[in-house]
């Protein structure tokens, strides 16, 4: 292997120990800290088997500044991503049920964070209609019938298939199913029941 390889293998190795370094310190709530890339170069070095590592000076041919490792990022799944208090939790979730013979498919999930609580209608699909809306319910629609006087109005579906999300209310508990109703003829088009 030619020496380039091994500074580039070095190098990768390096930006993964950085990664790993920071996951564990965001896990442990530690505080982020500045090191200097000599220090750097010096832990990987000592979690390294790679036997012949660039020498400082061919690192730092125009100097060293200061490596600064910011706070919540965390590999996953091949990417790089930030996590934040945020981070949305799915908390329910059920699969859509065509009502009054229309087909859908697809599942209504409920995600809660620490700004709020949103729907998102994910693997979803219904034929086309006009003024479709999107209701949360208290009742089961399919054997109860369907008031949207006693529901809450999310508004107007944003597409016949594909993922879309809704911004909920902060107090859902009392609503237990999803509803799409047509309301210029007053016919239930599916609903899906939430649990967990």
């Known amino acids: ?9 070095g190098l990768i190795g390096l930006v993964v120990l950085i990664l790993v370094i920071l996951a564990v310190r965001n896990v442990l709530d530690v505080p982020t ?23 400082e000076d061919e690192i730092n041919k125009e100097g060293s500044e200061p490596i600064s490792l910011p706070e919540g990022i965390l590999e996953g799944n091949g ?30 999930v409920v995600y809660g ?25 208290k009742d089961e629609v399919s054997s109860t019938g369907f008031d949207p006087k006693r529901a809450v109005s999310l508004g107007e579906i944003k597409s016949s298939e594909g993922e879309q999300t809704y911004t909920i209310p902060e107090k859902f508990a009392d609503y237990t199913h999803v509803v799409i109703w047509c309301r210029l003829f007053s016919v239930l088009i599916a609903e899906a029941p939430l649990g967990e």
């Open 1 to 9: 292997m030619t020496q380039f390889k091994k500074y580039t293998l």
């Open 33 to 55: 800290e500045t090191i200097d890339q000599s220090e750097a170069v010096d832990i990987f070095r000592e979690s390294s088997d790679v036997t012949s590592t660039p020498s």
């Open 79 to 108: 990417e790089v991503i930030e996590l934040t208090p945020a981070t949305p939790q799915a908390i329910l979730s059920g699969g859509f049920v065509g009502l009054e013979g229309h087909q859908v498919s697809g599942k209504a």
């Open 113 to 137: 964070s620490a700004e709020g609580n949103a729907l998102r209608f994910e693997d979803f699909s219904v034929a086309p209609g006009p003024d479709y809306f999107v209701y949360l319910s």
